[in-house]
């Protein structure tokens, strides 16, 4: 049954993120639906200008900059009963004292892996072209290229190995539905036939790395995938292969994977890295067989908005009496981001 009267709702994250997550016509809604003060924005959970909202919140609606929702918090939050994240994971967010109360928990995750897969298409597309190797090139010697140095280039029957069926995996392999790539898959939860279904062959780890000319990183960082890719592993990938990273840099052994890019045996394209930032005197910043990039991938400036939207609507729903569409579960958390 719909709410009788509007919940009250609090903002608790950095409030830099707040007009790029809900513009005027999002935030329209969020006081529409929610009596919602828009001006308070905690990120003090101890603030004592915000203890007398927090003591009266039914909802949260949480992103970047928001503490951890541990037994203080909850003990300041009595009436909580709904958290919204507008943001990826909840991972850092949630404590077990929020799971044992009962609270529900929705993220906006599925927003933020859409501008993740984008970048990680065009990776795709500009690694097998070899963009980069020939943009150095032609910064050095400002001329073209011989048809004997761009006969290994192209896209057409690039093996691509996407580790991980996440939901930006997921979307990955949509995408890379129009062109003409063989796509490979790893991911120990899928079968055969589902991986099928999206696309894709299923295959071990190493006969992934093995057979792939392009190994996408899209897996959880839990701690079964912790260094999944350490210095054996990554000998598998063949001369010239790419790794691209854009999940979590513990996914990869760093030594190793600087060690393979120091040869020039590899090439990478790095949006995340361990640690992160690299320490000013990395190699990796340097070698011309590496694309750093620092931490892009997912949602910036305009793509917020998509996140905002899906928080309302979550918000929407609630007022309604409907159940979330995105709510994350406690058992969720073992193997999720």
Request: aromatic share 4%; charged share 20%; proline share 9%.
């Amino acid at each position: 049954m719909p709410s009788p009267q509007p919940p009250r709702a609090v903002f608790a994250m950095d409030p830099v993120h707040l007009p790029l997550l809900f513009p005027p016509p999002l935030m329209a809604r969020l006081t529409q639906a929610a009596d919602l003060e828009a001006a308070l924005v905690v990120q003090d959970f101890t603030d004592p200008k915000a203890a007398e909202a927090l003591a009266e919140a039914e909802v949260l609606i949480t992103g970047w900059g928001c503490p951890q929702l541990d037994a203080g918090v909850l003990a300041a939050t009595p009436r909580l009963r709904t958290v919204l994240h507008a943001a990826g994971s909840v991972r850092s967010l949630v404590s077990e004292a929020l799971w044992e109360r009962g609270i529900t928990v929705s993220s906006a995750v599925t927003g933020n892996a859409l501008p993740v897969a984008e970048y990680t298409l065009a990776m795709i597309l500009l690694a097998g072209k070899d963009t980069f190797s020939h943009r150095e090139r032609f910064r050095g010697t400002h001329a073209y290229p011989s048809s004997a140095e761009t006969a290994a280039t192209g896209n057409v029957g690039r093996r691509i190995g996407v580790i991980g069926a996440s939901r930006v995996g997921r979307r990955l392999l949509e995408l890379l539905r129009p062109f003409d790539f063989a796509v490979l898959l790893h991911d120990p939860y899928v079968s055969p036939a589902e991986a099928a279904a999206l696309g894709a062959e299923l295959l071990p780890l190493e006969d992934l790395l093995r057979h792939s000319d392009i190994v996408s990183l899209h897996a959880p960082d839990i701690p079964e995938t912790y260094r999944m890719l350490d210095g054996e592993r990554l000998a598998l990938i063949r001369d010239g292969g790419v790794l691209i990273n854009t999940s979590r840099g513990a996914l990869v052994d760093p030594d190793a994977l600087t060690d393979e890019l120091v040869s020039g045996r590899l090439h990478a394209i790095l949006d995340v890295t361990e640690p992160e930032p690299l320490p000013a005197d990395s190699p990796l910043y340097s070698l011309p067989n590496v694309f750093l990039t620092p931490h892009i991938a997912g949602s910036l400036g305009n793509e917020l908005e998509r996140l905002g939207r899906i928080v309302v609507e979550e918000l929407e729903r609630l007022v309604a009496g409907l159940p979330p569409v995105h709510e994350v579960r406690h058992s969720d958390l073992a193997r999720v981001a």
